[in-house]
């Protein structure tokens, strides 16, 4: 079974710009979360995604959204870009039904550079 | 979110078990306690979770106070491949949501 696939791996984007990244979930998992890890905050949990709707928030700004496609895969979607946007982007998979016993299975995540 | 405390750093010689503490004094009654380790450059894995019993799996074991305010988790013999950080994490088990809180973890240094 193919694992959570992230792409871009890396990215360098300039203050004010948008940027995409995408997730795709291992097969059958209908849960995606998004994380963000710096040195400075550790891992921060974004949002999490089940059957295309957003099930639960982050405290971050309206400049972070995402969405999730009928088949999974997920997009998120920074707007505005600041300095301090650069970190390294994690998303996880999991079969999302609602379950605390259930583990996540992470990505290698996206590294965002912003100049 | 119900928080977690975890010293900073631990050492192990290589071949030698390893206790990772984690305190968890604010836990509730349904809160499941997971286990997450983060090797370099890579992102968390899943190790181990528990409820009240202690637990065991081809990674390691997981032993819960009775009044399950800590747990430890127990690596049993330490490899190279296992320095990492260690998260601990509590996951409320009403509503099994999957926003993770990570915590600062322990970063476990294995010496040769």
């Known amino acids: 079974k193919a694992g959570v696939t992230q792409t871009p791996r890396y990215l360098i984007k300039t203050r004010g710009q948008q940027v995409t990244l995408s997730c795709s979930p291992i097969?059958?998992?209908?849960?995606v979360s998004w994380y963000q890890q710096t040195p400075g905050q550790g891992l921060q949990f974004l949002f999490e995604?089940?059957?295309?709707?957003?099930?639960n928030k982050g405290n971050f700004p309206g400049r972070f959204s995402g969405r999730q496609f009928s088949n999974s895969r997920s997009e998120m979607n920074v707007s505005t870009l600041e300095l301090g946007d650069s970190a390294l982007y994690l998303c996880a998979s999991s079969s999302g039904a609602g379950l605390a016993y259930n583990e996540q299975f992470f990505g290698p995540g996206t590294r965002l550079t912003v100049l | 979110d119900a928080k977690t405390t975890q010293p900073n750093s631990m050492e192990s010689n290589e071949e030698e078990p390893v206790h990772l503490p984690c305190n968890h004094s604010?836990?509730?009654?349904?809160?499941?306690i997971h286990w997450y380790r983060q090797l370099p450059s890579q992102g968390p894995e899943y190790v181990i979770h528990?409820?009240?019993s202690n637990v065991n799996n081809r990674m390691a074991s997981l032993a819960i106070a009775e009044d399950r305010k800590s747990s430890t988790l127990i690596l049993h013999r330490a490899t190279l491949r296992d320095a990492a950080v260690y998260y601990c994490?509590?996951?409320?088990?009403?509503?099994?949501?999957?926003?993770?809180?990570f915590g600062t973890g322990t970063r476990l240094t294995v010496i040769p």
């Open positions: 995604y089940f059957s295309e709707t957003q099930r």
């Open positions: 604010t836990i509730s009654g349904t809160d499941y």
């Open positions: 528990g409820l009240t």
């Open positions: 097969s059958g998992h209908r849960s």
């Open positions: 994490i509590l996951r409320d088990g009403e509503t099994g949501a999957n926003n993770l809180f």
